[in-house]
């Protein structure tokens, strides 16, 4: 079955665990086990000066955000995508060594919607400061941060 082109394969069915994946390389299908799939995460790196606003909404295939802060100190916004939009969404958001307590990011959630319960934004305002958060499709959860 390795070699047999898209087409000619046979109808899906759910995954067991324990299954041989289908790649296809130039015009060749091989195949591959879960051990040799790789897990990369690539960052979308967001420059981020004072009184300006980004929307995490922009950028829907991001899970890792990486900020780096440019310009004079200051406080700048960066709203969450709606909860209900992001169900079962996870997203890290980092901020490089170019913050200090001068420089913040306020992570705010938009439309009614909380995280961990409240309007309020979470701030980013440290050096190498992290935050994890998950939608349930109604809220966001913080559910891992390193400060």
């Known amino acids: 079955m390795a070699n047999l082109p898209i087409s000619q394969l046979p109808q899906s069915t ?3 665990g324990d299954e041989v994946f289908a790649l296809v390389q ?3 299908t091989k195949k591959a086990d879960i051990h040799s799939v790789k897990n990369y995460i690539l960052p979308t790196n967001l420059t981020v000066v004072k009184d300006t606003t980004v929307n995490i909404s922009s950028y829907p295939d991001s899970f890792l ?3 780096s802060w440019s310009g004079t100190n200051g406080t700048m916004v960066l709203n969450l995508p709606s909860a209900e939009s992001s ?3 996870t997203i890290r958001i980092i901020s490089n060594g170019g913050f200090t307590t001068n420089t913040r990011v306020h992570l705010t ?3 009614g919607n909380t995280l961990d319960g ?3 934004h979470y701030a980013i305002n440290k050096a190498y400061e992290g935050i994890k958060i998950w939608s349930d499709g109604l809220q ?3 559910i891992q ?3």
């Open 65 to 67: 955000v990486k900020l």
């Open 26 to 28: 130039s015009s060749a």
């Open 109 to 111: 959630p938009i439309g």
């Open 87 to 89: 169900t079962n969404r």
């Open 118 to 120: 409240s309007t309020a």
């Open 140 to 142: 966001w959860f913080i």
């Open 14 to 16: 759910p995954l067991q």
């Open 145 to 147: 941060k390193k400060g």
